[in-house]
């Protein structure tokens, strides 16, 4: 194996000696100026098939920018140049290639290209706007080709962009996933998506780029080092990149429902000001008739939830994108008000059991957040620097109800029955407890964290030694919290007449610190800028060190010697410091020291050919993950524990990717293969005993091993710009060996559990997805897209009824889902979506007195937006959500939601004014379904009522400068 790999990099090697040549030029227009995009197609003059294609892009020559085409050729040899570029007349040049021998490069004329201009008669010109173009390796969005309600927002452009879609703050582009959205080029709050996409107004819009960008490696190596990141790079209009924009949005509603937004940004020169605020208590904030055609249906959101949320980000500008400061600070309260309602199953051999629960909760969080970026580069080293702190403060009460059954309960309402004087006599039979809790609690959290790098590059020549360097970077977390909680709990075993009545209130400080030091050398053993090919190993050592103190102090207030249920109410404590020892509960009290240091040494690879552009680009890596690592834990609890373990992980990373792109499409694919390995917690192989709630029983397993998972993921996609129609393709496969599994012992006379850790093998799961995209008629009007999910689980676990034998029980779990958009769009007045949707959830198993598991969600909607006379504009959908399958009876149900919006643009659309309707015909409601090897959970939660909400919304700026001009005769 290691002959092969020698062999293959000596061919390697020999292959980048061979200087590749090609030719260069300009393409400009009339005016003798630049044109960027221009596509350039390298034709054989024998039978005029394309060989090559390039885009003009820009380079810096003399601290001049002109925009230049590139293409490989071979000497002595004649080729035919396509030029084409929208809204230009296309050109064709002939080019005789004649270099000198040691000549790898030939210029060619520029090549004038002259506007596409016809003298017209009389006549109207109805046009579809182009909504997307491919120039080089980026797609370009159109903004102003999108029909938008008025008052949307970014996250409402980029759900109607082809391509792509918008799940739960995730955005995806042709099945890839986006790790990072910019601002004209910049990083905004952090490429925290969610803040651009819900305080972005869409109307600042002018394109949408999606593209790999390199990271801050390659840009100080000047070579691809594998570090590509997808981006979506929001562009703003010119007239927006100075001076201030600013955009309010003041909203009141029925049902005590109220919204506030704001949006500022000061652009200057060199710096950016970005104010954000948001405060409502709409949950996840809709537009009536925004389209999502791909992602999952709205649903109703899972509780309540009021959020006030304030943001101040500043950002200053170097020479370079890589000489920055920046600093983001902000300041967000959540009050959530939730309720909701369980019907589980548990499966057993020998008979299930069955649990019915409603529990509310009303927890609130007060969060100030600040972080500080420092980044400079210099010829031959790079300084990043990232510091950030955070303090946060919680408190809230729960109650809960729950009772569990030997038998099938007919339905929710049983619940309420049990605790009912006067209980139906057969139903309390079926009973096997059931359990009042109460509990309040506060607590604050406090951390810190930095980062330092530093490279430098080795040499000062321009050969290959010189492209080598060594990183040495630090990083350091430091975290500090405290937790209060008070807890009133009745457990009534009414199959044995027994009850349990405690009052508990527990201590819980924390704190905990990690730091790591690390060294890096990368060393080139192939370094072709002029290929677009190289070849690295990176040999890398690292420290980390972290060490974490918890306390848990549970004291029995209902043991105090002078206690009664009305003087020791929820949150009282008793006088003195004595009393509450005196009935500290020593069974279920611990504290643990836990130090863990970890040696990392190994070696990497990457090697890189193609640009993407003119020639595909390949890349393959790969990592051994070596580590060393030792856990010592000191832990009391009854008695002492002083236990370590040495460990050496291995966990290799393997995989590769192509790419390639031009002006008809790009094709995209990658590879990847993981194996890593878990390590049970520390404290989990204690002969430990916890029985703080006496419902729940854990105990721990001094013979637990490490897991092994081994994973392989693929991927493929292709975009055709043509018919812009995507297709992509992605599976994956996972297997787990000695899975950390939960061992469960169930009580059929108590309803105690008893759980503890086991290693476990059968663990797998497998599965895979599509996603297809096309436009179906000529004009472009009509757009189809879906995508399909499949996954097949196969969950082991271990079942035990208490006096029977250990039953292993295997779960089969299927899972599909898929949905179908279908999008209607004539010019800025009519848009039109259908989308139906389903998902399917099968589980089975080999157990014989196992209940065959089915349950099906599909909806249907239809939504959109018309242009309506003296300038109102309507949007509106509606769905129907259908649920089958259920256990629970009232969970099999039909509802129609509907939304509509109705707006008007005033004093030429800088005042907006909306009138939004919210589950028109009050049938929203939020139920789901989990399945696992366990059982089977179905959950009701409480939703947003139906509203009805007046928006008024203001958009202005001022001190807009005008742009300067790109060249010195624009003047």
Same mark, same amino acid.
């Given at each position: 194996m290691l002959r092969k790999f020698t062999f293959l990099l000596f061919l390697l090697m020999v292959a980048t000696t061979i200087q590749a040549r090609h030719i260069t030029g300009k393409v400009v227009d009339t005016d003798h100026r630049d044109l960027e995009g221009a596509t350039v197609e390298l034709l054989s003059i024998a039978d005029s098939s394309v060989i090559r294609v390039a885009q003009t892009k820009e380079v810096q020559l003399w601290g001049w920018?002109?925009?230049? +085409? &590139?293409?490989?050729? =071979?000497?002595? !040899?004649? +080729?035919?140049?396509?030029?084409?570029?929208?809204?230009?007349?296309? %050109?064709? *040049?002939?080019?005789?290639?004649? $270099?000198?021998?040691? #000549?790898?490069?030939?210029?060619?004329?520029?090549?004038?290209? #002259?506007?596409?201009?016809? %003298?017209?008669?009389?006549?109207?010109? !109805? @046009?579809? !706007?182009?909504? $997307?173009? $491919?120039?080089?390796?980026?797609?370009? +969005?159109? #903004?102003? #080709?999108?029909?938008?309600?008025e008052g949307s927002m970014l996250d409402a452009l980029v759900q109607q962009m082809p391509g792509a879609t918008l799940e739960n703050g995730v955005i995806k582009v042709n099945g890839r996933t986006i790790s990072s959205l910019l601002v004209d080029g910049r990083d905004f709050f952090n490429g925290d998506a969610s803040k651009a996409l819900e305080n972005l107004p869409a109307y600042t819009v002018d394109k949408i780029k999606v593209y790999d960008k390199a990271g801050r490696e390659s840009r100080f190596q000047g070579v691809d080092m594998g570090d590509k990141e997808l981006v979506l790079d929001v562009n703003l209009k010119k007239q927006y990149k100075h001076g201030n924009i600013s955009n309010v949005d003041l909203a009141l509603g029925s049902s005590d429902r109220y919204q506030a937004r704001l949006f500022s940004m000061f652009y200057g020169k060199k710096s950016r000001l970005t104010l954000t605020g948001n405060v409502n208590n709409v949950n996840n904030y809709r537009v009536p008739g %925004?389209?999502?055609?791909?992602?999952?249906? /709205?649903?109703?959101?899972?509780?309540?939830? @009021?959020?006030? %949320?304030?943001?101040?980000?500043?950002?200053?500008?170097? *020479?370079? =994108?890589?000489?920055?400061? *920046?600093?983001?600070?902000? +300041?967000?309260?959540?009050?959530?008000?939730?309720?909701?309602?369980t019907n589980a199953q548990t499966f057993l051999t020998g008979g299930d059991y069955y649990n019915l629960s409603t529990n509310a909760n009303r927890p609130k969080n007060y969060t100030l957040y600040t972080r500080h970026v420092f980044s400079r580069m210099f010829k031959r080293s790079m300084l990043f620097g990232d510091v950030n702190a955070s303090h946060s403060h919680s408190k809230g009460w729960n109650s809960s109800l729950s009772g569990r059954f030997n038998q099938k309960p007919w339905g929710m309402s049983a619940l309420d029955s049990i605790f009912m004087p006067n209980a139906d006599h057969a139903l309390m039979q079926t009973v096997i407890n059931r359990v009042r809790n109460a509990g309040k609690y506060q607590g604050e959290s406090t951390s810190f964290s930095g980062y330092f790098n530093h490279s430098i590059k080795l040499g000062k020549g321009e050969d290959l030694w010189s492209q080598n360097n060594i990183s040495l970077e630090a990083n350091a977390h430091y975290n500090r919290s405290s937790n209060d909680r008070f807890a009133l709990n009745r457990i009534d075993y009414l199959s044995t007449g027994a009850k349990d009545d405690r009052n508990q209130f527990s201590q819980s400080p924390n704190k905990s610190y990690d730091y790591s030091l690390t060294a890096e050398y990368t060393h080139f053993l192939i370094n072709d800028s002029a290929g677009v090919r190289n070849f690295y190993v990176r040999p890398r050592y690292a420290y980390k060190q972290s060490y974490d103190s918890q306390t848990y102090d549970l004291y029995r207030l209902d043991q105090l010697a002078d206690y009664d249920s009305l003087s020791y109410g929820m949150g009282v404590l008793p006088s003195t410091r004595e009393a509450l020892l005196s009935v500290k509960d020593g069974n279920n009290s611990y504290w643990s020291d836990q130090m863990t240091r970890t040696h990392d040494a190994d070696v990497s690879f990457v090697f890189s050919s193609g640009d993407g552009v003119q020639r595909p680009r390949f890349m393959a890596y790969g990592n051994p993950g070596l580590s060393f690592k030792y856990d010592n834990l000191v832990y009391y609890r009854q008695r002492s524990y002083n236990t370590s373990r040495h460990d050496v992980l291995f966990q290799p990373n393997l995989g590769m990717m192509y790419q390639f792109n031009d002006s008809t499409g790009n094709v995209y694919a990658s590879f990847n293969y993981r194996s890593s390995e878990s390590q049970p917690g520390m404290t989990s192989m204690l002969d430990i005993r916890d029985d703080a709630n006496p419902l729940y029983v854990t105990l721990g397993n001094t013979n637990l091993k490490n897991a092994r998972t081994h994973s392989v993921n693929a991927q493929w996609g292709k975009f055709q710009m043509r018919t812009q129609s995507m297709l992509s393709l992605g599976a994956n496969y996972s297997i787990t060996r000695n899975a950390l599994a939960t061992a469960v012992v169930y009580d059929k006379q108590t309803g105690v559990t008893t759980s503890q850790p086991r290693n476990i093998n059968g663990n797998w799961q497998v599965g895979g997805n599509a996603f297809a995209q096309r436009v179906l008629d000529k004009k472009k009007h009509l757009t189809l897209q879906g995508n399909i999910y499949v996954n097949y689980n196969n969950s082991v676990d271990l079942t035990t009824v208490e006096g029977m034998d250990n039953t292993r029980s295997d779960v089969h779990n299927t899972m599909a889902s898929g949905s179908v958009g279908l999008t209607y769009q004539l010019g800025e007045g009519l848009r039109l979506s259908l989308t139906p949707a389903v998902n399917y959830r099968h589980a089975t198993s080999d157990r014989k007195d196992f209940s065959e598991v089915s349950a099906w969600n599909y909806n249907f909607r239809f939504s959109g937006m018309v242009h309506l006379p003296w300038s109102f504009e309507l949007s509106s959908d509606l769905t129907s959500y259908n649920r089958r399958g259920y256990n629970d009876d009232q969970m099999n149900t039909s509802e129609w939601v509907w939304n509509a919006r109705l707006t008007r643009g005033f004093l030429k659309k800088r005042l907006t004014l909306s009138l939004d309707a919210f589950d028109i015909l009050a049938q929203l409601k939020n139920t789901d379904v989990t399945l696992n090897s366990q059982g089977r959970t179905e959950t009701w939660r409480n939703s947003l009522p139906r509203y009805v909400m007046v928006h008024l919304s203001y !958009?202005?700026?001022?001190? $807009?400068? *005008? /742009?300067? /001009?790109?060249? /010195?005769? &624009?003047?």
């Amino acid at each position: 194996m290691l002959r092969k790999f020698t062999f293959l990099l000596f061919l390697l090697m020999v292959a980048t000696t061979i200087q590749a040549r090609h030719i260069t030029g300009k393409v400009v227009d009339t005016d003798h100026r630049d044109l960027e995009g221009a596509t350039v197609e390298l034709l054989s003059i024998a039978d005029s098939s394309v060989i090559r294609v390039a885009q003009t892009k820009e380079v810096q020559l003399w601290g001049w920018k002109q925009w230049v +085409y &590139e293409l490989d050729v =071979e000497n002595n !040899k004649s +080729y035919l140049l396509r030029v084409s570029m929208l809204g230009y007349q296309t %050109q064709y *040049k002939k080019v005789d290639v004649k $270099m000198a021998d040691r #000549a790898n490069e030939q210029r060619v004329d520029d090549i004038v290209l #002259a506007e596409n201009a016809r %003298q017209l008669s009389e006549v109207v010109v !109805k @046009a579809t !706007k182009i909504k $997307m173009v $491919m120039k080089g390796d980026t797609v370009v +969005y159109d #903004a102003s #080709a999108f029909n938008l309600s008025e008052g949307s927002m970014l996250d409402a452009l980029v759900q109607q962009m082809p391509g792509a879609t918008l799940e739960n703050g995730v955005i995806k582009v042709n099945g890839r996933t986006i790790s990072s959205l910019l601002v004209d080029g910049r990083d905004f709050f952090n490429g925290d998506a969610s803040k651009a996409l819900e305080n972005l107004p869409a109307y600042t819009v002018d394109k949408i780029k999606v593209y790999d960008k390199a990271g801050r490696e390659s840009r100080f190596q000047g070579v691809d080092m594998g570090d590509k990141e997808l981006v979506l790079d929001v562009n703003l209009k010119k007239q927006y990149k100075h001076g201030n924009i600013s955009n309010v949005d003041l909203a009141l509603g029925s049902s005590d429902r109220y919204q506030a937004r704001l949006f500022s940004m000061f652009y200057g020169k060199k710096s950016r000001l970005t104010l954000t605020g948001n405060v409502n208590n709409v949950n996840n904030y809709r537009v009536p008739g %925004q389209d999502n055609v791909t992602g999952d249906l /709205p649903d109703a959101g899972s509780g309540l939830s @009021a959020r006030k %949320q304030f943001g101040l980000e500043y950002r200053f500008e170097g *020479k370079t =994108e890589d000489d920055y400061y *920046k600093t983001s600070n902000s +300041y967000t309260a959540v009050d959530n008000d939730n309720t909701s309602r369980t019907n589980a199953q548990t499966f057993l051999t020998g008979g299930d059991y069955y649990n019915l629960s409603t529990n509310a909760n009303r927890p609130k969080n007060y969060t100030l957040y600040t972080r500080h970026v420092f980044s400079r580069m210099f010829k031959r080293s790079m300084l990043f620097g990232d510091v950030n702190a955070s303090h946060s403060h919680s408190k809230g009460w729960n109650s809960s109800l729950s009772g569990r059954f030997n038998q099938k309960p007919w339905g929710m309402s049983a619940l309420d029955s049990i605790f009912m004087p006067n209980a139906d006599h057969a139903l309390m039979q079926t009973v096997i407890n059931r359990v009042r809790n109460a509990g309040k609690y506060q607590g604050e959290s406090t951390s810190f964290s930095g980062y330092f790098n530093h490279s430098i590059k080795l040499g000062k020549g321009e050969d290959l030694w010189s492209q080598n360097n060594i990183s040495l970077e630090a990083n350091a977390h430091y975290n500090r919290s405290s937790n209060d909680r008070f807890a009133l709990n009745r457990i009534d075993y009414l199959s044995t007449g027994a009850k349990d009545d405690r009052n508990q209130f527990s201590q819980s400080p924390n704190k905990s610190y990690d730091y790591s030091l690390t060294a890096e050398y990368t060393h080139f053993l192939i370094n072709d800028s002029a290929g677009v090919r190289n070849f690295y190993v990176r040999p890398r050592y690292a420290y980390k060190q972290s060490y974490d103190s918890q306390t848990y102090d549970l004291y029995r207030l209902d043991q105090l010697a002078d206690y009664d249920s009305l003087s020791y109410g929820m949150g009282v404590l008793p006088s003195t410091r004595e009393a509450l020892l005196s009935v500290k509960d020593g069974n279920n009290s611990y504290w643990s020291d836990q130090m863990t240091r970890t040696h990392d040494a190994d070696v990497s690879f990457v090697f890189s050919s193609g640009d993407g552009v003119q020639r595909p680009r390949f890349m393959a890596y790969g990592n051994p993950g070596l580590s060393f690592k030792y856990d010592n834990l000191v832990y009391y609890r009854q008695r002492s524990y002083n236990t370590s373990r040495h460990d050496v992980l291995f966990q290799p990373n393997l995989g590769m990717m192509y790419q390639f792109n031009d002006s008809t499409g790009n094709v995209y694919a990658s590879f990847n293969y993981r194996s890593s390995e878990s390590q049970p917690g520390m404290t989990s192989m204690l002969d430990i005993r916890d029985d703080a709630n006496p419902l729940y029983v854990t105990l721990g397993n001094t013979n637990l091993k490490n897991a092994r998972t081994h994973s392989v993921n693929a991927q493929w996609g292709k975009f055709q710009m043509r018919t812009q129609s995507m297709l992509s393709l992605g599976a994956n496969y996972s297997i787990t060996r000695n899975a950390l599994a939960t061992a469960v012992v169930y009580d059929k006379q108590t309803g105690v559990t008893t759980s503890q850790p086991r290693n476990i093998n059968g663990n797998w799961q497998v599965g895979g997805n599509a996603f297809a995209q096309r436009v179906l008629d000529k004009k472009k009007h009509l757009t189809l897209q879906g995508n399909i999910y499949v996954n097949y689980n196969n969950s082991v676990d271990l079942t035990t009824v208490e006096g029977m034998d250990n039953t292993r029980s295997d779960v089969h779990n299927t899972m599909a889902s898929g949905s179908v958009g279908l999008t209607y769009q004539l010019g800025e007045g009519l848009r039109l979506s259908l989308t139906p949707a389903v998902n399917y959830r099968h589980a089975t198993s080999d157990r014989k007195d196992f209940s065959e598991v089915s349950a099906w969600n599909y909806n249907f909607r239809f939504s959109g937006m018309v242009h309506l006379p003296w300038s109102f504009e309507l949007s509106s959908d509606l769905t129907s959500y259908n649920r089958r399958g259920y256990n629970d009876d009232q969970m099999n149900t039909s509802e129609w939601v509907w939304n509509a919006r109705l707006t008007r643009g005033f004093l030429k659309k800088r005042l907006t004014l909306s009138l939004d309707a919210f589950d028109i015909l009050a049938q929203l409601k939020n139920t789901d379904v989990t399945l696992n090897s366990q059982g089977r959970t179905e959950t009701w939660r409480n939703s947003l009522p139906r509203y009805v909400m007046v928006h008024l919304s203001y !958009k202005f700026n001022s001190g $807009m400068a *005008k /742009p300067k /001009p790109r060249y /010195p005769w &624009e003047n």
